[in-house]
């Protein structure tokens, strides 16, 4: 009988399911950007030349050795 229950009832039986479905449906889309947008990003950083460390797995050569302290 109140305005509020009629509030509380249009939310929680119309808004709220509809937009959990919503949510849902598009979660394939998301994802789809989200990779769009990082291959975007990568392929911007490999036209740059630079930017993302070697991950070859070679080790990165000082110019000059460490000099250790003698015991």
Do not use: N
């Amino acid at each position: 009988g109140t305005v509020l229950g009629a509030v509380v009832t249009f939310v929680l039986y119309g808004v709220g399911p509809v937009s959990l479905v919503m949510y849902l449906m598009m979660t394939p889309a998301r994802k789809k950007a989200i990779r769009a947008r990082e291959a975007a990003e990568l392929a911007q950083l490999r036209a740059a030349g630079s930017g993302e460390p070697c991950t070859r797995g070679e080790t990165t050569a000082d110019a000059v050795a460490p000099v250790r302290k003698e015991p």
